[in-house]
């Protein structure tokens, strides 16, 4: 039965990719041809310099705001979800924000910022404003997962004489770990995808691969949008299908929702 359920998850997450990988290898493809006339003109183009820059960007992008929006939301998730404070709903309503309110708005109204302190137009202006979307979700599924974390352990580690570090080393850390997993995943995926507010700090001079796509996309080059496609779509397919086991009822990160 669990088989038949990872089959029908392969299918539902690889299906919507055929008419992608199609058009990318298609040379001619008009009604009423059912299969397109190969073409490597598509997979050609994926060599390119420009090709190769965008997804080197991207994923420098993605990892740092992967790596930032873990660490912070950690913390904003610890004190969330173990600590009951005056102000602690309002403080979960703050984090939500930008998730709430459009990031677009938001984003307008802070870009003069970035631009008087030289961030636009730079790669560490769109990590910074990318956190802005990354960081809510992240605080949330920490939180989460901290939720689920005995405090006992850490106070039986340090009744035995262990540090801070070795505490958090040796103790906390595993035990939110798949929580960590799924907080990470979730700001690489938001990152790797976005577009908006990358074309508004970067102002088309940080090229990822979404500005690439939407560019090929205009111009009516459905083969190379096709194949570049195919590019944006690899990582995600392949980073859910290695923290399949870190997303079921299992995980700490879901379990503790229900603590908050």
Excluded at 49 to 71: D, E, M, Q, W
Excluded at 204 to 228: H, M, Y
Aim: no cysteine; net charge positive.
């Amino acid at each position: 039965m669990r088989r038949l359920g990872a089959g029908v998850l392969v299918a539902f997450l690889l299906v919507p990719l055929l008419p992608l990988l199609l058009w990318a290898v298609a040379g001619d493809f008009r009604y009423p041809a059912v299969m397109p006339a190969f073409s490597d003109r598509g997979l050609r183009l994926l060599g390119e310099p420009a090709v190769r820059s965008a997804v080197g960007t991207s994923l420098l992008i993605a990892l740092t705001v992967a790596v930032l929006a873990t660490l912070i939301g950690a913390a904003a998730g610890r004190a969330i979800g173990l600590y009951a404070f005056p102000g602690r709903r309002g403080v979960q309503l703050l984090l939500l924000a930008p998730v709430i309110v459009p990031t677009l708005a938001v984003t307008l109204g802070i870009q003069v910022y970035f631009i008087r302190y030289g961030l636009a137009d730079s790669v560490a202006g769109v990590v910074l404003v990318q956190l802005i979307p990354t960081v809510p979700y992240v605080s949330l599924v920490m939180a989460a997962s901290f939720a689920g974390l005995d405090v006992d352990i850490e106070d039986a580690g340090r009744v035995l004489g262990a540090g801070p570090v070795r505490r958090l080393v040796h103790v906390t850390l595993p035990a939110v770990a798949p929580g960590l997993a799924v907080a990470a995943l979730f700001a690489f995926l938001i990152s790797w995808s976005e577009y908006i507010l990358t074309l508004l700090i970067g102002g088309g001079t940080v090229r990822t691969l979404p500005l690439l796509l939407f560019a090929l996309i205009g111009s009516a080059d459905l083969t190379a949008a096709a194949a570049l496609s195919l590019v944006i779509a690899a990582p995600p397919v392949l980073l859910v299908g290695l923290t399949a086991r870190f997303l079921t009822g299992a995980s700490p990160a879901v379990v503790g929702f229900g603590r908050l």
